[in-house]
């Protein structure tokens, strides 16, 4: 699943990343892709004070192996439903 998203990006140079944030794993990891379209991600920290989306914005900085310049959260701070604009670097 992750590896169709990275072909994605290095084609296209920049995706934007619907994803359903499921609080309170055991572990971060990409879990399934909706009907939508939207990728089902567990998210192993608290959806507290901005912990889920720090530790899912390190997931996908690990994941694409970007820096965390290149991952940008456009909507969804506060909900379980985000958006994220994600930009390959130049050595991608």
Do not use: C, H, Q, W
Not at 27 to 43: L, Q, W
Not at 65 to 77: E, M, P, R, V
Request: proline content about 2%.
């Amino acid at each position: 699943m992750i590896e169709e998203i990275k072909k994605e990006l290095k084609n296209k140079g920049e995706i934007y990343l619907k994803i359903k944030a499921v609080p309170n794993a055991s572990k971060t990891e990409f879990k399934d892709r909706m009907a939508d379209g939207t990728y089902k991600i567990s998210v192993g920290a608290v959806p507290e004070k901005g912990k889920a989306n720090t530790e899912l914005i390190k997931y996908l900085v690990k994941e694409f192996g970007l820096d965390k310049k290149n991952i940008k959260l456009i909507s969804g701070a506060s909900s379980r439903l985000k958006l994220f604009k994600i930009v390959k670097n130049k050595n991608f």
